[in-house]
T-cell receptor
């Protein structure tokens, strides 16, 4: 699976959009971009994933560049409860096991 | 839906003792994963099962670690004998086999 690069930490004001970048310049054509987050003392939580089109769900939006070498997770109106470590993971989706390789992630601090 | 259930939530034991961690996956999910998280190494995949069969145990650190999945609704991770360096949070996750992994709350293990 391709390696990802994320900033170590970011701050965001409550109520503002949080834009979390991820570089994955070695991504292959059949690899998806996944985002998970881990709130303190909890297990990781799935947020969103995509292949090449932008995706949106009730939690966030995922913007993938046309060359697929980078992406941005957008939390449109960040709240204090969005303070967490956000992991960008690139992997091939297949049926027999969906292994996730977690990097260091971005520690997002949402401030009042 | 109760989500992934792990027990115990906290375990404190002495070096040399046997430790058994338990996991009940979400009903209907056919893949199960065991992860370990430490400050130094982050989140690491230890082993995963598909349809109760171990598929990849390359992440299991050594022979002191063993995992079983006797049926679709139960899995154990055993450490025998335990050592202080095994202290970590152990997460179990399950997946319906396609995209998303659902993580349990974790077991915090402390080996004295």
């Amino acid at each position: 699976d391709a390696k990802t690069t994320q900033p170590t930490s970011m701050d965001c004001a409550e109520g503002r959009a949080a834009n979390l970048p991820c570089n994955h310049s070695t991504i292959s054509g059949n690899e998806y971009v996944y985002w998970y987050r881990q709130i303190h003392s909890q297990g990781p939580q799935y947020i969103i994933h995509g292949l090449k089109n932008n995706e949106t769900n009730e939690m966030a939006s995922l913007i993938i560049t046309e060359d697929r070498k980078s992406s941005t997770l957008i939390l449109p109106h960040a709240t204090l409860r969005d303070t967490a470590v956000y992991y960008c993971i690139v992997r091939v989706a297949h049926n027999a096991g969906n292994m996730l390789t977690f990097g260091g992630g971005t520690r997002l601090m949402v401030k009042p | 839906d109760a989500g992934v259930i792990q027990s115990p939530r906290h375990e404190v034991t002495e070096m040399g003792q046997e430790v058994t961690l338990r996991c009940k996956p979400i009903s209907g999910h056919n893949s199960l994963f065991w992860y370990r998280q430490t400050m130094m190494r982050g989140l690491e995949l230890l082993i995963y099962f598909n349809n109760n069969v171990p598929i990849d145990d390359s992440g299991m650190p050594e022979d002191r670690f063993s995992a079983k999945m006797p049926n679709a609704s139960f899995s154990t991770l055993k450490i025998q004998p335990s050592e202080p360096r095994d202290s970590a949070v152990y997460f179990c996750a399950s997946s319906p086999g396609q995209d998303t992994q659902y993580f349990g709350p974790g077991t915090r293990l402390t080996v004295l």
